[in-house]
């Protein structure tokens, strides 16, 4: 089974998929994390982000792999998930992602990273470009002010809050968009607005819908 779930930065995408992944018995994969991986060996290496040719030559140098026990991605062997949440790697990550190579990239690495096993993944266009087919379809939405809130909790060197905000709304419309896997509501999907749901409560519909799928279908019908 594949439950797939997209949403802009800060609607609560990830700690919702962790905690349904343990429900469920799901592996949980962040697709962010690939892109954001990407960025953190080019923003390493030194070479410029504005050169999208050694931008697609560093992605394609990515070895990309999960942490048998964890399930946590590893880059080159190496785990890196601990150094990819700062403001820097969050913008590189996205201007990356708008290149079309590179989403290809990525997007054969996560369908290779799922393989047959029941997962749980989050990201901008699981539901639409990377599992179209996906049992399961979620898009999670929330104010802007309220992602802009959830964001400050994420980092430890917190930034000013509208400086925050603008970088927020700056993904958004990068996001939204790309020419290739842009940011949009698959038809399909269940929409949730995040804004003024607590964690729980957003983990008990997805929760219930999961629920109602997993009978449905050991129903038979």
């Known amino acids: 089974m594949i439950v797939a779930i997209d949403g802009p930065a800060g609607v609560g995408k990830s700690t919702v998929a962790k905690r349904v992944a343990k429900e469920f ?47 946590k ?24 992602s708008s290149i079309v190579a590179v989403r290809k990239i990525v997007n054969q690495a996560l369908r290779k990273a ?25 898009y999670f939405d929330g104010s802007l002010e309220e992602r802009t809130r959830r964001r400050l909790r994420d980092y430890q060197d917190a930034q000013p809050f509208e ?22 509501r698959s038809p399909d999907a269940i929409y949730i607005d995040t804004s003024y749901l607590t964690i729980d409560e957003v983990c008990d519909k997805v929760v219930q819908k999961i629920f109602e799928y997993t009978q449905l279908k050991g129903s038979g019908e």
């Open 73 to 96: 991605l590893l880059l080159d062997g190496v785990p890196v998930e601990h150094l990819l949440r700062t403001p820097e790697i969050d913008m590189a990550s996205s201007a990356f």
């Open 114 to 138: 799922a393989g047959t096993l029941d997962i749980i993944m989050e990201g901008r266009d699981i539901t639409t470009v990377v599992f179209p087919d996906a049992e399961l379809k979620f």
């Open 163 to 184: 400086a925050m905000k603008d970088e927020i709304d700056k993904r958004d419309y990068n996001d939204k968009n790309k020419e290739f896997g842009a940011l949009k």
């Open 25 to 71: 018995n799901l592996l949980y994969i962040n697709s962010g994390s690939f892109y954001r991986a990407v960025a953190y060996k080019h923003l390493s290496s030194g070479k410029p982000q504005e050169n999208e040719e050694a931008v697609v030559s560093t992605a394609e140098s990515c070895k990309f792999s999960l942490d048998a026990e964890d399930g």
